[in-house]
Structure formats: C-alpha cells, structure tokens
C-alpha cells in the first residue's frame, strides 16, 4: 500500500495549485492524513494534517495559505496551495500522521518561479 500525489506543476508567485492523494494497492483507515514537503537539501517537514474528526494542523508557514481537506469516503486528501511563494517550492508528499515509513508514494513536483 502506498500514496499517490498529484497536481503539481510549475507556477509563478502569488498562483495556486491544488494536490491530491489517493492511496494505491489495498485499503487503509487513517486517523490522520498529512500533507509533507521536502525543498532541495532539507529535510522532509510536515505541513498540514487533517484528522477524521476534522480537526487540522498547520505549520506557520503555510498557515491561511494552504488549507487541507480530505474526503474519507473516496479515501483521498486534498492541498490547496494558494499565494504560493518561491520558498513553497519543494516536492509534496502525503502520508499519514504519524507517518506509514513503507507508504511514502514519489510525491509531485511544486516549483514556483517568476
């Protein structure tokens, strides 16, 4: 079993994108989904998670930016990316909260550049 994320793509500041993520290869029921990044040298970060009740997290950095949804029916996530910066940049990874470490899909690319 493993995530699949889509819907990135190359925009300039201030656009938005919006990314989904389905899972692939069986079923899993998860108390949270979690949205992730990774810019070029750094390290993986969490940036928004959303629980079954609702309830969403948000890294400072995205806050009022980003909001996070799902739709636990159809068992997808969703991402909406918007006044995205060039520091948004990175490629964006769904998974759980806590994480699933053999569940990591190949992530979609967001770059941002004028």
């Known amino acids: 079993v493993r995530f699949v994320e889509s819907g990135g793509g190359l925009v300039q500041p201030g656009e938005s994108l919006r990314l989904s993520c389905t899972v692939a290869g069986g079923q899993l029921i998860l108390q949270r989904r979690a949205w992730y990044r990774q810019a070029p040298g750094k390290q993986r970060d969490l940036v928004a998670s959303i629980g079954n009740d609702g309830t969403k997290n948000y890294d400072d950095s995205v806050k009022g930016r980003f909001p996070i949804s799902r739709d636990s029916a159809k068992n997808v996530a969703f991402l909406q990316m918007n006044s995205l910066q060039p520091e948004d940049t990175a490629v964006y990874y769904c998974?759980?909260?806590?994480?699933?470490?053999?569940?990591w899909g190949q992530g979609t690319q967001v770059t941002v550049s004028s």
């Open positions: 998974n759980a909260d806590p994480i699933l470490v053999n569940a």
